[in-house]
């Protein structure tokens, strides 16, 4: 039973000091931005949106991307509709208001889900560089004219990566968790990842890409429920770049309860499942990456894999305090090999959030006191992160084991913080 809980927490603490580590490695990576050519004259640039039941939230993404800094003869916005619940009725008005910078594709059949969507887009475009948003967000004016011009640092950058935000952090403890969560992410991995050369994820959305790097890789593949990660890995694995911005960033809409993140996040699991099974002998085979960048490429895949072994370790407890009496864990217990060992990887484990999230919240909070405040949001995501254990578990199992699945959306209100 020691040895049990023992490899169980090594493991969670394999995470724990890899967050830690990510940390360390973004705060030394703070304002790594690449210097950008002066542009006289912007390329043409296509927005990706793909939509299915985005009746709420559609209109808003397509008049954001319209009213753009951006010379309209040069900006096109390619809408692929999969809709059932009147999206198409928002949607093709602009269509006919603007016909030269609109086009509207309908599917009928759904084919590829999200991915497929993406895959027509970009058969029917013919700029060099395309942009894709979800339909949640809501991208700033200036956004392209800020982002085009990382394009031309290097002919190998596949693609730029905004950093993700939130509209609706104040809707309820969920979202202002999730919100902090979202922020972790962006601000710690994302930016430690890049500025550290390491294999990164592209978020999904606010990403503006270069058409023939999506294409020397066979496009968008369907074959994982995170078509985004796929790619991802491919780009990087045959030898492309790309540049994260954080300070550039593009707002979206949180999930406001338990059950829309249970699905959100039961979909992200069983896709980076997918894709740790796609991709695992690519990364440890690539003559190209170093170890550290194989192991970091591994730890990015494998990053649900933390929910069935936290199940496997909670299921451990009751047991083990059966097994050992209370005074076994004052006396014995530290004059055993694995004593000793296990309680300075459980203080890692419990210490790494707090210093990823604490680096977060001091870099994007002026003051200290709110900085604090915000920090209590971590028992917020303790909370969520329990909430989904089970499911995302599942969820990891089923996309190991293969086999198709289908893309559940998460539904989107058009919510704003007031």
């Known amino acids: 039973m020691l040895v049990l809980i023992t490899v169980v927490t090594v493991l969670l603490g394999l995470y724990a000091i890899n967050w830690s580590l990510l940390?360390?490695?973004s705060i030394k990576g703070r304002g790594k931005t690449p210097p950008?050519?002066?542009l006289d004259d912007l390329p043409e640039v296509t927005i990706h949106i793909p939509l299915f039941?985005?009746?709420?939230?559609?209109?808003r993404l397509i008049q954001s991307c319209l009213k753009m800094d951006y010379p309209a003869e040069k900006l096109k916005v390619i809408v692929v509709d999969d809709s059932t619940d009147g999206t198409t009725e928002v949607v093709e008005p602009f269509a006919r208001e603007f016909p030269q910078n609109?086009?509207?594709i309908h599917r009928m059949d759904r084919?590829?889900?999200k991915a497929g969507a993406l895959k027509?887009?970009?058969e029917n475009t013919d700029s060099e560089f395309v942009m894709i948003f979800d339909a949640d967000y809501v991208p700033p004016p200036d956004l392209l004219k800020r982002l085009v011009p990382y394009m031309y640092v290097s002919a190998d950058v596949a693609f730029v990566q905004t950093r993700s935000t939130y509209l609706n952090a104040n809707q309820s403890w969920i979202t202002k968790a999730l919100s902090l969560a979202i922020d972790g992410y962006g601000i710690i991995d994302q930016r430690a990842r890049y500025t550290a050369n390491l294999l990164a994820h592209f978020s999904g959305t606010g990403g503006l890409f270069r058409r023939s790097a999506i294409?020397?890789?066979g496009g968008w593949s369907s074959d994982t429920l995170t078509e985004d990660l796929d790619l991802s890995i491919r780009l990087q694995l045959e030898g492309w770049k790309y540049i994260y911005l954080p300070e550039l960033t593009v707002p979206g809409e949180i999930p406001p309860s338990l059950e829309l993140l249970r699905r959100q996040q039961h979909r992200w699991a069983r896709g980076f499942a997918q894709c740790i099974r796609k991709h695992y002998r690519s990364v440890i085979g690539s003559r190209s990456l170093s170890f550290f960048q194989k192991f970091e490429a591994l730890m990015l895949l494998a990053t649900y894999f933390v929910c069935p072994i936290s199940i496997v370790s909670l299921a451990l407890l009751i047991p083990y305090f059966y097994v050992f009496p209370l005074s076994f864990f004052f006396n014995e217990y530290w004059q055993t090999t694995l004593g000793p060992l296990a309680s300075a990887i459980s203080a890692s484990i419990y210490i790494s959030p707090l210093l990823l999230y604490g680096?977060?919240?001091s870099e994007l909070s002026e003051e200290k006191r709110l900085a604090c405040l915000r920090l209590t949001n971590i028992v917020g995501i303790a909370l969520l992160g329990m909430g989904t254990l089970i499911t995302n578990s599942k969820a990891t199992f089923k996309g190991l084991l293969g086999g198709s699945s289908a893309f559940e959306r998460t539904t989107k209100y058009g919510a704003v913080d007031i």
């Open 23 to 25: 940390t360390i490695l």
């Open 36 to 38: 950008t050519p002066r």
């Open 53 to 59: 039941n985005e009746r709420l939230v559609a209109a």
């Open 102 to 104: 609109v086009k509207i």
């Open 111 to 113: 084919v590829g889900f």
């Open 120 to 122: 027509t887009a970009l």
């Open 215 to 217: 294409q020397s890789v």
């Open 359 to 361: 680096a977060t919240v």
